[in-house]
């Protein structure tokens, strides 16, 4: 038997519910003097930032773990806004995953 299709319509109220209910979560910690649990990775420190440059520079290597980490952690707390080429190209890797990461130009520590 084959799945049931689901419209577009349906696909935008079904994310347009997740994202009330991400809202709803959100100010009810705000409420309670709590940062939601998505808003708790600590930003990166100087050390880990320039590792995470030099890497999307090439001038160094990470192992994948590490680097899927250190791209996550600097998006999200929007560390790499002020360079706005290191930036591209760090959202641009974690689009593409770890196994497109060589084919890019991403230098890559495997064990």
């Known amino acids: 038997m084959s799945q049931p299709s689901i419209s577009r319509s349906e696909r935008s109220a079904f994310g347009a519910g997740l994202y009330e209910r991400a809202q709803h979560v959100a ?10 649990a998505l808003l708790q990775a600590p930003p990166l420190r100087a050390k880990e930032l320039d590792a995470l440059r030099a890497w999307l520079v ?21 560390q790499l806004v002020d360079e706005p080429a290191l930036h591209w190209r760090a959202v641009k890797a974690r689009i593409a995953g770890d196994t497109n990461w ?3 130009g991403f230098k890559l520590i495997l064990d």
């Not at 100010?27 to 939601?36: L, N």
Request: aromatic share 0%; net charge positive; charged share 35%.
């Open 102 to 104: 060589a084919p890019m």
């Open 58 to 78: 090439g001038s160094s290597s990470l192992r994948p773990d590490e680097a899927r980490l250190l791209l996550e952690r600097a998006i999200e707390r929007h």
């Open 27 to 36: 100010k009810r910690a705000a409420r309670r003097g709590q940062t939601p």
